[in-house]
DNA sequence: CTTCTGACA
DNA sequence: TGTCAGTA
């Protein structure tokens, strides 16, 4: 799984729900009831408080605007879904040709190591 | 001062 | 969801 550096800060928890809200215009509570619905996962600080990412918000952004165009919160979460089992396939897809190109894997003809069902 | 959890309308 | 209470 490749991870450029941009990808890691993104992923670096660091903002805390008051600025969180200033970007998304959400308030805490719907951040907050969005984290118990599995949106976003922010990590704690010393002081029990939440600390989100950049990707965080991206995911929260997101949400606001698929929630503008009229989508229940439900749809959104299959959107998610969806579009997580995409990423995988295509990353399986890539590994396979990783191991195409420097000839690992398939060497006794049949099954490779990632099973069936994708392509 | 900011945020947290739980609870009620 | 908003909001209030009592904390950390």
Do not use: C, W
């Not at 805490?28 to 918000?57: K, W």
Request: proline share 3%; aromatic share 6%; net charge positive.
């Amino acid at each position: 799984m490749v991870m450029a550096n941009s990808e890691i800060l993104r992923r670096r928890a660091v903002l805390p729900i008051g600025t969180v809200m200033d970007l998304t215009t959400l308030t805490a509570r719907q951040i907050r009831y969005y984290e118990t619905q599995g949106f976003v996962h922010p990590s704690r600080n010393a002081g029990n408080h939440r600390m989100f990412s950049l990707t965080d918000v991206d995911v929260l952004l997101s949400i606001v605007q698929q929630r503008k165009s009229g989508l229940s919160l439900g749809e959104i979460r299959r959107m998610r879904e969806v579009k997580a089992r995409q990423t995988s396939d295509s990353d399986a897809r890539k590994m396979l040709q990783d191991d195409i190109l420097n000839q690992s894997g398939f060497t006794q003809a049949g099954r490779g190591p990632y099973g069936q069902g994708f392509n």
